[in-house]
């Protein structure tokens, strides 16, 4: 760097604190400001009675670039799920395994109701080629199409598409009806081809905290509780301050009073960064979902070997989670730990509601929930009754993705498109995941530094 600038990133997310790290680690002055008490954004885990609770189902695909380059794996003490999945249906339940890491498993794939002879051949090929990809390349592919129409052009059966794609990918892109873009599915399948789906023992939040640790040893500082009201580029009394111009400053205003800087990056949530930049290109349609999970007695499994269960008939939630098989730290030694998640739930009427009125409202849609779940249960387990199914927690999220139709990646913002000294930094200049927020916070750092440098 020609000179050491002071930066303000607003926005605690993992996409700031990869932005702070990177920073930092460059020899600038950085502060980082999170509106919340915990930094995090979406990846946060309560702790409560010996239990877990991640911010509703979160997992860490262990093969993104982004996760191997920013975070010590081994420090996190991870726990997999096993690969493949437990297919639930109205006649019970069904193994879908990966036979290539599992040989074991063939012969329990092959009988699958869900998965024809051709099909687990039509995956292996797509397994195989897409492993051989450099995962930059795909989002370069001009091409682009929904995944439902990828899967349909390759051949894969409907019972297949139907009964395991459309639940998997709920789950990953939220949208069972897979109008997500293809180059997602291929993006996140060899990712899934070449490692695992875990999670950290002590919980997903383990990852900001992690990340935010690092930004501290570097010599950043992190504020939490502060809330950005506004974030303004200096100009001089001629307003003549150019977009290029290094040395403009910015002012920032929180509810804590008023902070300058050399630069600011902004990494919030995709529609507080559109109100605080303006910049109409940042998406703010939103996928939502609802996480509920359960208590069930210790010796209450759900004999899934540590795999998803997922739901074939798109009746009921998603697919249920069983978090204290995977991870044992999840949960009580006295109790199971289970999770359901339903798609497209919003919480807007929980949330704007006020009253006693309001409360009641609110615990008749959980319970509406967990009869559903329970019902779902016990579908997949003919003959065995869940009325010790216990709600424990139930997570809201009205904004937990921004949709990702096809051809999305060419209307997103860029990370330069603020005015002045002002950047941007989000999944939302990417896509909506993991390596989408962590790679934007390292790509906005070196956006940063090189228009400094010189």
């Not at 051949?155 to 639940?167: E, I, K, T």
């Not at 209307?411 to 603020?418: A, C, K, N, T, V």
């Amino acid at each position: 760097m020609a000179s050491t600038p002071d930066v303000i990133i607003v926005g605690g997310g993992l996409a700031g604190l990869v932005a702070a790290r990177h920073l930092a680690g460059g020899g600038a002055d950085v502060t980082l400001y999170e509106r919340r008490g915990t930094v995090g954004g979406r990846v946060r885990t309560v702790e409560r009675d010996g239990y877990r609770f991640d911010r509703g189902f979160q997992v860490l695909f262990t093969a993104y670039p982004a996760v191997r380059r920013e975070l010590d794996l081994e420090a996190l003490s991870l726990r997999q799920f096993a690969p493949g999945a437990t297919i639930g249906g109205p006649n019970g339940r069904s193994t879908l395994a990966d036979p290539l890491r599992e040989p074991g498993t063939i012969p329990a794939t092959l009988t699958n109701p869900f998965v024809s002879v051709g099909d687990a051949v039509r995956v292996a090929r797509l397994w195989w080629n897409l492993r051989r990809t450099d995962p930059d390349a795909i989002f370069a592919d001009a091409s682009d199409t929904s995944i439902a129409a990828y899967l349909r052009d390759r051949g894969f059966s409907n019972r297949f598409v139907d009964g395991f794609v459309a639940p998997f990918y709920g789950g990953i892109t939220l949208d069972r009806s897979l109008s997500t873009s293809s180059r997602v599915f291929e993006y996140t399948f060899r990712t899934l081809a070449a490692g695992d789906i875990a999670v950290p023992a002590s919980g997903m939040g383990e990852i900001p905290a992690q990340l935010a640790a690092r930004v501290r040893e570097l010599g950043g500082t992190i504020e939490t509780g502060v809330t950005v009201e506004s974030v303004s580029e200096v100009t001089d009394d001629s307003n003549t301050v150019e977009a290029s111009e290094p040395d403009g400053g910015v002012t920032v205003e929180t509810d804590d009073g008023t902070a300058e800087a050399d630069v600011v990056v902004i990494a919030t949530d995709p529609p507080s960064a559109r109100d605080l930049t303006g910049i109409a290109s940042i998406p703010t349609d939103a996928r939502a979902c609802v996480t509920q999970y359960y208590a069930l007695p210790p010796d209450t499994g759900l004999e899934t070997g540590r795999r998803l269960l997922l739901n074939a008939t798109g009746e009921g939630p998603n697919h249920v989670v069983p978090h204290s098989a995977v991870a044992p730290e999840y949960a009580p030694d006295d109790a199971t730990l289970i999770s359901a998640t339903y798609l497209g739930e919003r919480s807007e009427t929980c949330e704007q509601s006020t009253g006693s009125g309001a409360s009641r409202g609110a615990n008749d849609r959980e319970m509406s929930l967990v009869d559903r779940t329970r019902s779902t249960l016990e579908s997949w387990y003919p003959g065995r009754g869940f009325d010790e199914l216990e709600p424990i927690r139930t997570e809201r999220i009205s904004f937990a993705q921004f949709e990702q139709p096809p051809g999305f990646r060419e209307r997103l913002p860029d990370i330069r498109d603020p005015a002045g000294p002002i950047y941007l930094a989000g999944d939302y200049t990417r896509w909506s995941s993991l390596q989408g927020a962590m790679e934007s916070g390292r790509r906005a750092a070196k956006a940063v530094i090189d228009d400094r440098s010189g």
